[in-house]
């Protein structure tokens, strides 16, 4: 990716900018797919700082943030987890899906992120270590109809007073986006796609659809076309068969609506 790969449509690069030089972590909410990870990648390559990332699962254990004692020729040691080697290397920590985690490993979160920027190591040796100047920690969510996703600790939450929204873009917006991966020579089946995917976002919203397509989908929908896929079968296979998943109903309601744009 080139530097400027990243189209700052809701200006959240100032506000990133602003949060840091005044040492406030932010946190970035939106559903899949809308840019969160490539805002933040884009923000840390232009402070020239170096990146670790934890993504949040169910199985995200303490362990995996604090540290964990190893045994190796009889020799015990401790394997620093990845929010100490970031607290004491002072780089960007990039907390992905926090709100998947179970709450008792969120709890250990809170403790290096409060105003203080340290923690104990009561897992090793009680060392406390203290966060290396221009530490800086950015957190996304799902909204939470994501399944898997939970309400995050109030407290936990007030360790990010800065928050952005990243929602789907406008379609003029996101028309430009996609530019950025394909050729644009298929403009106006483009800016089809985009409105298909719009419709099938609303009827997500609305519960009328199990599924809504993200900018991952729109760009892929433009990858095909550049392959010479004709629109309908694009659309078919980016934006409809995915709906199989959710049986024949479902997937006939999407399939209507490809008809109706593209044709039969
Ligand atoms: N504003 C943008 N400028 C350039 N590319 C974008 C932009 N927004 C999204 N994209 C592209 O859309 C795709 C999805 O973006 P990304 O992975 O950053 O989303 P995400 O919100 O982190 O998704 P998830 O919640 O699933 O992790 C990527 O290919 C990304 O490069
Ligand atoms: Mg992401």
């Known amino acids: 990716m080139s530097e400027s790969f990243y189209l700052d449509w809701n200006n959240s690069i100032p506000i990133l900018n602003k949060a840091y030089e005044s040492d406030l972590f932010v946190i970035i909410i939106g559903p899949k797919g809308t840019g969160k990870t490539s805002l933040v990648r884009d923000f840390v390559r232009s402070k020239g700082a170096k990146l670790d990332s934890i993504n949040f699962s169910l199985r995200t254990r303490e362990s995996h943030l604090v540290g964990s004692k190893t045994l190796t020729n009889g020799t015990v040691s401790f394997d620093e987890g990845l929010l100490v080697k970031s607290m004491r290397e002072g780089s960007m ?129 433009g990858k095909l076309l550049d392959k010479e896929t004709s629109t309908k079968e694009a659309a078919t296979i980016v934006f409809g068969n995915v709906y199989t998943q959710w049986g024949n109903i479902e997937h006939q309601k999407v399939r209507d609506i490809i008809t109706s744009m593209f044709g039969s």
Do not use: C, M
């Open 93 to 221: 920590l990039y907390l992905d899906e926090v709100n998947s985690a179970e709450a008792d490993v969120l709890l250990r979160l809170d403790e290096a992120l409060d105003d203080r920027r340290q923690i104990v190591l009561k897992e090793s040796t009680g060392e406390l270590i203290k966060a290396k100047e221009n530490w800086f920690v950015i957190a996304t969510i799902n909204p939470l109809s994501h399944s898997g996703t939970k309400e995050l600790p109030p407290q936990l939450l007030s360790r990010f007073p800065v928050r952005i929204s990243l929602e789907y873009p406008p379609e003029d917006i996101e028309l430009e986006i996609i530019k950025k991966y394909v050729s644009g020579n298929h403009e106006s089946e483009l800016v089809q796609g985009i409105k298909l995917a719009n419709i099938l976002r609303q009827a997500a919203a609305v519960e009328e659809l199990f599924y809504s397509p993200s900018l991952r989908e729109t760009i892929a929908f």
